[in-house]
């Protein structure tokens, strides 16, 4: 072999030239393919924020850790927890340190672009039934026809008790649809602008064409629909006003490749960093900064709400522990640290004049670092500072977790947010980190395994840091 050049020697020390993982360690592949399965069956159980919440206070609770209790003490190695209005969690470790010297959070959200059902959602038309929807977050709303849904959520009862709904996820379910035009009547809607190829209010469940056997009752198919609703759940029509009822597709999550490198499904945004964040914390024995570990709500409509990241539930939990141990919780957060744990746009070669080459992430070269978010100007981005990057990057080298560095891409193309200014907005210094993510936002997205271990190394170290 030649000897290399000193200006070859020089662009090996100089110049940066990203690696995919499995390139860079061959061993990661069979962790990151283990791992993998642990969150293929938290996706499938999960497929709404309620079902994740629940999910994970169970994970929680089989490691040990105890509901908070704000008037209690705690010391250092306890591990606590609580759950916000059945939608969001938080979960901690108290550290060595005082709560004065920082916490160290790590915020994924859990909600996911999806449909709701409105309030009054109930109809027939032409001897079928159906169900009105309201889309949630940024779908598009031509993906979501002609494939098959599921119904989840709850109802409120006359009563005052609930009852559980989740149909369209077991075998044996049947399952929902939102039906579309055969391309040979299709010639006017295929006039139409891709994002009007299905309309919002042409977003209808088709839920049942069987009629109740009565010449005199006007909707027929509504009533034996809503018969079958009564005597499995104990509802009437009226209990769909009090209800909160959400529409996911009904597929599980797959191993996606001849080489099942990736995985295919519902609700990777932003479930593929909750799920590395919770087992990050599970895994947490004894953290020298007091570690929060927060799966939030309603990031995809802008954070409001009480279970969203604009509320203060999480920064009250903070206040909280200062107060009881007799701390001052100014000091702590302006001594914390948070990863603002969310997905981006992996660079996709048969999109790609959507993207910036040199500054998109890429499924498959690890967790993906966004200094700054928003649009256009960096419009609603908090803009991590270089010593936060610094500090972070260094800590995912010397723990040789491979990372990347990006924007959502192209330029005045469009551009997102996350929870991050709103960390911020308390004085938390923050910077997002997540997996690069294909197909973002649709019905069926796909992640790479690595990215996916890769997070969940960067969190645990993160954690874990002196």
Request: charged letters at 25%; hydrophobic letters at 35%.
């Amino acid at each position: 072999m030649a000897e290399k050049t000193p200006n070859q020697q020089l662009a090996e020390k100089l110049l940066y030239k990203p690696a995919y993982v499995a390139d860079k360690d061959a061993d990661v592949k069979q962790k990151a393919h283990d791992f993998a399965e642990g969150y293929k069956k938290f996706l499938d159980a999960g497929k709404t924020e309620r079902e994740v919440a629940a999910e994970s206070e169970q994970m929680l609770k089989d490691a040990g850790y105890q509901q908070f209790d704000p008037k209690k003490t705690y010391k250092p190695g306890d591990k606590i927890y609580f759950v916000q209005y059945n939608k969001a969690v938080v979960a901690s470790t108290i550290g060595t340190k005082s709560f004065e010297d920082g916490f160290h959070l790590v915020i994924a959200h859990t909600d996911s672009p999806r449909l709701d059902l409105r309030p009054t959602p109930l109809y027939e038309s032409d001897h079928l039934s159906y169900f009105k929807t309201h889309y949630y977050g940024g779908i598009r709303k031509y993906q979501w026809g002609t494939i098959p849904l599921s119904i989840h959520g709850v109802f409120t009862r006359e009563d005052g008790s609930t009852v559980t709904v989740r149909v369209g996820e077991d075998e044996n379910d049947p399952v929902f649809c939102i039906t579309d035009l055969l391309p040979h009547l299709g010639a006017e809607q295929n006039a139409r602008p891709l994002k009007d190829g299905i309309k919002a209010e042409e977003l209808n469940i088709l839920i049942g064409s069987d009629a109740v056997d009565d010449e005199n009752v006007k909707e027929a198919v509504k009533l034996n629909t809503m018969i079958l609703l009564n005597e499995k759940y104990g509802i009437t029509e009226k209990e769909f006003m009090r209800a909160e009822i959400e529409i996911t597709p009904a597929y599980k999550s797959r191993d996606v490749g001849f080489d099942r490198s990736m995985v295919g499904g519902y609700g990777h945004d932003d479930r593929v960093d909750a799920y590395p964040a919770l087992m990050a914390e599970i895994e947490t024995k004894n953290p020298t900064y007091t570690t929060v570990c927060v799966l939030t709500d309603k990031e995809e409509i802008g954070s409001d709400g009480v279970t969203g990241m604009q509320s203060m539930y999480a920064f009250h939990f903070m206040q909280e522990l200062c107060r009881t141990a007799g701390q001052d919780d100014i000091l702590a957060f302006r001594h914390s640290v948070c990863l603002s744990a969310d997905v981006t746009a992996a660079y996709d070669p048969t999109w790609a004049s959507a993207f910036e080459p040199m500054n998109g992430t890429y499924a498959g070269r690890g967790v993906a670092i966004f200094k700054y978010t928003g649009g256009g100007s960096k419009g609603s981005a908090s803009d991590a500072c270089a010593e936060l990057v610094g500090d972070i990057t260094r800590m995912l080298d010397n723990g040789n977790v491979a990372w990347q560095i990006g924007e959502l891409g192209r330029l005045d193309l469009g551009g997102g947010g996350t929870i991050a200014k709103y960390v911020a907005n308390r004085g938390i210094p923050v910077l997002d980190i997540g997996v690069p993510v294909l197909s973002m936002h649709a019905p069926f997205e796909v992640i790479h395994k690595n990215d996916l271990y890769m997070a969940y190394r960067a969190f645990s170290l993160f954690n874990n840091a002196q």
